[in-house]
């Protein structure tokens, strides 16, 4: 068994005792069908004597074959729906599961077609091999029973059944790979649609919108293309399939009555065996679809397990590590990182190198630095979105190896730069961190951001549907902001919008900010200049190292890049002030 097809079957081994269910009934199904030409001929047979024995037992073997085929077909139709459900199911749960990174690199569309539209091709798959397998021995059996009937007759047969398969053998290869062709397709085309979708402002305002759509209709007609080879495929190979029967079915017409009037095949085998050979297109169609469905699913499987290899995040601390838990030392930094090394991927150039610092238990840490300095990805080594290469982060003076990944995030709380708004309401959005936050909490939170008086004003307050083009960049922040600022944290992790905002929404941030520095650690990446004034000690990131640290007027003092970035802000602030005047 080649190891694609061994990915299909893996899906199905949890279902082997439906499959086997499946194959019995499928056997006797089809030996009610087998016999029914043997029993109609003992209805000729007995011509002008009684019948009612032979007619009961054809009305019966037509009853219980219906039945048990219904029966067949609607297990192996629950069998399916099972299996694409439990493939759906471990690709959402893998995803939500991966680590950033590797979640990251691929794109959203693809992740979302294989979820979707490649589970869907296991559907005919999961009955495929119960299909080939019943088929098959249906096929043999007629010909079998064909043979007991004449010799002869079953030669002719037999040349058609062979050319017939050569045929499929030949073009069965290529209509699987046309299919897959298709398939990959489709998945470009996720991921390139889901991209411009989200670039859309970008798009049309670049002008871009004939290009991108040519571009995306490109994966389309490709797939499109690709489906097309492979439906003149499978036309050429159904009409070859049906012709050849056809065709054979003449000859052991022609041969059959010309053996009947030399006595050598009585009239009831005749009808008999040509009732066999009708009913062999049965198998043969049946084959051709399994087979066909086996190849589409075999590659889907493929694609599917493909998602597993994306790298997950450990769900448990090394249990046996972890120290009993202590008071911390108040006196001690809530968050410590020692001579941190961290690089996205290897053999790249590390994203941050050696880095020291401490984060005291409470007040206000600014990092700031030019462009690609590292300050996000110091932040993604706080939240465990990526793991130190050599060096170590502590939490409360413990190694954060010595926690779990959900232990870390309990205790931090993140305010992203691009701020996302879950699908939802506001009041989803605020309790997205914390499920169980009361009303007065929430509405808490919403004073804090200074949002109260604009959610009251809405007709269904904090039930209002949020979509994200319904907020402004500013409002978006100071939902953000709530929802991080709910529960306290004991980090507050704050990147700041690059936008320029509105004043209510810079005083709303900075008196919150302020707030928290008060009773907990806030770290902020600055892109302000009131923030970088308001925080007790400014961490200067250069080319992924610590350059300086210390407060604004010692920095100022000390610190030449350090003047250049204030400089810059002061411009960007006065910017502002001079487009609001
Ligand atoms: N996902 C990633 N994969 C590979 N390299 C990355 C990734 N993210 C960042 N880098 C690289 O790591 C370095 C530090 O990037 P980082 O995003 O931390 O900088 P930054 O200071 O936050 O910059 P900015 O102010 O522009 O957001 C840069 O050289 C960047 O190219």
């Known amino acids: 068994m080649g190891p694609r097809l061994r990915t299909l079957v893996s899906f199905l081994r949890p279902h082997t005792p439906t499959l086997v269910a499946g194959l019995l009934l499928g056997l006797v199904a089809n030996a009610a069908g087998l016999a029914t030409p043997m029993v109609t001929k003992w209805v000729l047979d007995s011509l002008g004597g009684s019948m009612a024995w032979p007619l009961t037992a054809l009305i019966a073997l037509v009853v219980v074959g219906a039945g048990i085929s219904l029966r067949q077909w609607i297990l192996m139709g629950t069998l399916a729906e099972r299996v694409i459900l439990d493939a759906r199911v471990s690709i959402i749960r893998r995803y939500f599961a991966a680590t950033v990174g ?155 009555a010309w053996r009947a009037e030399q006595g050598l095949l009585e009239i009831s085998s005749l009808i008999a065996f040509l009732l066999y050979a009708f009913q062999l297109m049965g198998p043969i169609t049946e084959l051709t679809q399994n087979v066909t469905a086996l190849q589409a699913g075999v590659a889907a499987a493929a694609r599917i397990r493909q998602i597993e290899a994306i790298e997950v995040e450990p769900t448990a601390p090394p249990a046996a590590s972890a120290p009993p838990a202590v008071e911390p030392d108040p006196t001690q930094p809530v968050l410590a990182l020692r001579g941190v090394t961290a690089r996205y991927a290897p053999g790249t150039e590390p994203a941050v190198r050696d880095i020291d610092l401490d984060i005291p238990r409470r007040g206000h840490t600014a990092v700031v630095g030019p462009s690609g300095a590292g300050k996000t990805t110091l932040f993604s080594l706080m939240l465990r979105f990526l793991e130190p290469e050599s060096g170590e982060l502590f939490l409360d003076g413990r190694p954060y190896r010595t926690y779990g990944h959900g232990e870390v995030r309990a205790r931090l709380a993140y305010v992203e730069q691009e701020t996302p708004i879950v699908p939802g309401t506001i009041r989803d959005n605020l309790l997205f961190t914390h499920p169980d936050a009361t009303e007065e909490e929430l509405r808490a939170v919403l004073a804090a951001v200074r949002l109260d008086g604009k959610v009251d004003a809405l007709d269904e307050g904090l039930d209002t549907p949020l979509t994200s083009s319904a907020v402004s960049g500013g409002e978006r922040q100071r939902i953000a902001l709530a929802r991080a600022i709910l529960r306290t944290p004991d980090v507050l992790l704050l990147d700041e919008a690059t936008a320029q905002v509105d004043g209510l929404t810079e005083a709303a941030l900075q008196e919150c900010v302020r707030e928290r520095a008060a009773v907990g650690a806030v770290v902020t990446i600055a892109h302000r200049l009131s923030t970088v004034l308001d925080a007790d000690t400014i961490v200067v990131l250069e080319g992924g190292r610590v350059r300086a640290q210390g407060s604004h007027d010692e920095l100022l003092a000390t610190d030449e890049l350090y003047r250049r970035l204030v400089e810059a802000l002061r411009i960007a602030t006065s910017g502002l002030v001079a487009a609001d005047a």
């Open 102 to 256: 590797d979640l990251t690199r691929r794109p959203s569309g693809e992740l979302v077609t294989r979820a979707t539209s490649d589970t869907g091709l296991l559907r005919e798959a999961s009955s495929s091999i119960v299909g080939i397998v019943n088929s098959s021995l249906a096929m043999i059996a007629t010909l079998v029973l064909m043979g007991v009937l004449d010799l002869v007759l079953l030669g002719c047969t037999l040349a058609a059944v062979v050319i017939v398969g050569a045929v499929m053998a030949t073009l069965m290869p290529t209509i699987a790979k046309a299919q897959e062709a298709a398939q990959e397709s489709v998945g470009r085309l996720g991921g390139t649609l889901d991209g411009a979708l989200r670039a859309i402002r970008t798009v049309k305002a670049s002008r871009a919108e004939a290009r991108q759509s040519a571009r995306i209709e490109a994966d389309a007609r490709e797939s499109a293309e690709a489906s097309i080879r492979a439906a003149r495929r499978t036309a050429v190979v159904w009409t070859i399939a049906w012709s050849g029967i056809q065709l054979s079915v003449i000859a052991i017409l022609g041969i059959g």
